[in-house]
């Protein structure tokens, strides 16, 4: 059975306008044009017009430069100015960009294959904290990365402040939109990118007991993961590894490929989705650039043909807002430096997408 979207809460009337600008009189003939965050009740959100914001610029999970200038890039853009003056948010945390690059040890060998551990982990363990700390506030937490291996941090913070405000009661549920499903171990993966690698770690497949390289996953309870695998959907996947295949596989991890989007439609997917996670859990939305199409985020590291439109990358973060179980997003993999002539096309989608996540209406 699908969860049902919450009602939408009763207009206000403390002179908030509807968005077709008849607003509320003031009484001088004018009409005040603000809007809340958004109409939908949140669920497990105590400050829901507040928005804490991580913006991280970190490009250690993979190889190519350039994804630590996204942040930056989208700020210019006018993402953070547009949540608070468009859609009402008053914002916390960061209003400039933390190179995180500045964390990378002098030495950093592979270790089982992977490239840069102790500096991915160190970032990581850092965020982790970071979102925690606006988490635990009952507030929206958006990150701007940065590549895909910095969601080691915001889901692990994330889960933490969720256990913590619940008493253990509830965990996290993760929407995960990418081309690729990012699970690899580092046994799989053929590369060492450890931007490859989170689910792994946060789900507990992948494990260390070296406190530099991701052994601070544990610290809190070595049997409790970040994320349960039963409370994990894939959205958009068209470039997964032999590996990976296996592991979906053997471990029953609902995961709807660009195949199955086809198939049903991107509506009935994401009430698919939707319903695996339940309608009373807490959501993390995790949304890789790359799963749209290259013709609408051209500016990415690992672009893959074939993808979602911007509109169905809009449309999955609209649904998951209207659940009012939203309690973070992650935006990764923007690489403004890879595509001159794409980057603002990637940047501006980018900006879509986070809108529509956090209350954007069409109408």
């Known amino acids: 059975m699908q969860p049902k979207a919450p009602e939408k809460s009763t207009p206000a009337t403390n002179g908030h306008s509807n968005k077709n600008g008849h607003g509320t009189s003031n009484g001088n003939g004018q009409y005040d044009m603000s809007l809340p965050p958004s109409s939908i009740r949140q669920k497990f959100l105590t400050s829901p017009s507040d928005l804490g914001v991580v913006l991280v610029g970190f490009s250690g999970g993979q190889c190519k430069e350039g994804v630590d200038a996204a942040p930056t890039a989208l700020v210019s853009a006018g993402l953070l100015d547009q949540m608070r003056d468009e859609l009402g948010y008053t914002l916390h945390g960061d209003t400039s960009v933390h190179d995180y690059n500045q964390l990378r040890p002098s030495s950093d060998p592979d270790h089982r294959g992977m490239k840069n551990p102790r500096a991915v982990s160190a970032v990581t363990q850092r965020l982790a904290g970071q979102v925690y700390e606006q988490a635990r506030c009952g507030r929206m937490v958006l990150t701007l990365g940065g590549d895909h291996s910095i969601a080691i941090g915001t889901i692990a913070g994330t889960a933490k402040?969720?256990?913590?405000?619940?008493?253990?009661?509830?965990?996290?549920?993760?929407?995960?939109?990418?081309?690729?499903?990012?699970?690899?171990?580092?046994?799989?993966?053929?590369?060492?990118?450890?931007?490859?690698?989170?689910?792994?770690?946060?789900?507990?497949?992948?494990?260390?007991?070296?406190?530099?390289?991701?052994?601070?996953?544990?610290?809190?309870?070595?049997?409790?993961?970040?994320?349960?695998?039963?409370?994990?959907?894939?959205?958009?996947?068209?470039?997964?590894?032999?590996?990976?295949?296996?592991?979906?596989?053997?471990?029953?991890?609902?995961?709807?490929?660009?195949?199955?989007?086809?198939?049903?439609?991107?509506?009935?997917?994401?009430?698919?989705?939707?319903?695996?996670?339940?309608?009373?859990?807490?959501?993390?939305?995790?949304?890789?650039?790359?799963?749209?199409?290259?013709?609408?985020?051209?500016?990415?590291?690992?672009?893959?043909?074939?993808?979602?439109t911007l509109r169905e990358g809009d449309y999955i973060a609209e649904c998951v807002h209207e659940t009012g179980q939203l309690v973070a997003m992650d935006l990764v993999e923007v690489n403004p430096s890879l595509e001159v002539a794409g980057a603002s096309e990637t940047v501006r989608a980018g900006v879509s997408l986070v809108r529509c996540a956090l209350g954007d209406t069409l109408l």
């Open 161 to 308: 402040a969720i256990r913590e405000r619940y008493n253990g009661r509830k965990e996290i549920g993760v929407i995960w939109v990418d081309a690729h499903a990012d699970i690899n171990t580092p046994e799989t993966s053929e590369s060492g990118n450890v931007h490859g690698m989170p689910v792994a770690f946060l789900t507990g497949l992948a494990k260390s007991d070296d406190p530099e390289i991701f052994g601070w996953l544990g610290e809190d309870d070595r049997d409790q993961t970040a994320l349960n695998l039963n409370k994990l959907v894939y959205i958009g996947l068209r470039d997964v590894d032999r590996g990976e295949k296996k592991i979906l596989r053997d471990n029953g991890i609902r995961a709807f490929s660009m195949h199955d989007i086809d198939r049903h439609g991107i509506g009935r997917v994401v009430d698919m989705a939707l319903a695996h996670i339940g309608a009373d859990t807490p959501i993390h939305l995790s949304f890789d650039v790359d799963a749209l199409d290259p013709m609408w985020a051209p500016s990415t590291g690992t672009p893959v043909r074939g993808g979602l």
